[in-house]
Every structure is written in structure tokens, then in C-alpha cells.
């Protein structure tokens, strides 16, 4: 419990801010599910896959722009991703360019 009014303060702004990133990474990881549910599937249309990386990749550097993920990460989450769609037969110079 808090003693302080401060205190009190950065309870309710830690909560905030939980909930904030929290929605964030559900996200990134529903983003990540899709298109590995869409490479997996096997019938890859490179304008979909194209769109949806797009998306993918947009949100995971807007949650590094608002401090959610670390810059390491989000380099990380995306290379190994491009890596996954390499392995499974895609054309990654076509999605990434």
C-alpha cells in the first residue's frame, strides 16, 4: 500500500501504463500469429503476405518508438520472422523490400 500521495500517483500511472503496453504486445503477438498461421497454411499470395508484414512491421516499430519493446527486440522479432517465411519457400527479398 502507499504512504504518500505521490506514491499513490505512480500506482495508478504503473496501472495505466501496464494496461497500455499490455495491448501492445497482444498486438504484436496476434500480428506474428497470423502471418505464421499464413505462411504455414502453404497457399502465399506475396501481396498479401506483403500487406500483412507491412502491418507487422509498423506496429512492432511504433511499440519501439513508445517504449514498449527494446530496439534489440524489435530487430530480433523481425528477423527471425523473415527467417520463418525464408524457411517455408517465400521470396523474402519481395516481402521486406
Same mark, same amino acid.
Given at each position: 500500500?502507499?504512504?504518500? %500521495? #505521490?506514491?499513490? @500517483?505512480?500506482?495508478?500511472? =504503473? %496501472?495505466?501504463? &501496464?494496461?497500455?503496453?499490455?495491448?501492445?504486445?497482444?498486438?504484436? @503477438?496476434?500480428?506474428?500469429?497470423?502471418?505464421? $498461421? &499464413?505462411?504455414? #497454411?502453404?497457399?502465399?499470395?506475396?501481396?498479401?503476405?506483403?500487406?500483412?508484414?507491412?502491418?507487422?512491421? =509498423?506496429? +512492432?516499430?511504433?511499440? $519501439?518508438? @513508445?517504449?514498449?519493446? $527494446?530496439?534489440?527486440?524489435?530487430?530480433?522479432? $523481425?528477423?527471425?520472422?523473415?527467417?520463418?517465411?525464408?524457411?517455408?519457400? +517465400?521470396?523474402? #527479398?519481395?516481402?521486406? #523490400?
Amino acid at each position: 500500500m502507499p504512504n504518500t %500521495k #505521490s506514491a499513490e @500517483k505512480r500506482v495508478r500511472q =504503473s %496501472k495505466k501504463r &501496464y494496461l497500455r503496453n499490455k495491448a501492445w504486445k497482444e498486438k504484436v @503477438k496476434a500480428l506474428r500469429k497470423d502471418i505464421i $498461421k &499464413y505462411v504455414l #497454411s502453404g497457399n502465399v499470395n506475396i501481396e498479401e503476405l506483403k500487406k500483412k508484414w507491412r502491418e507487422f512491421q =509498423s506496429t +512492432v516499430d511504433k511499440t $519501439k518508438t @513508445k517504449n514498449v519493446f $527494446k530496439p534489440n527486440k524489435v530487430s530480433r522479432l $523481425k528477423s527471425r520472422l523473415l527467417a520463418f517465411i525464408a524457411k517455408h519457400g +517465400v521470396d523474402v #527479398s519481395k516481402i521486406a #523490400s
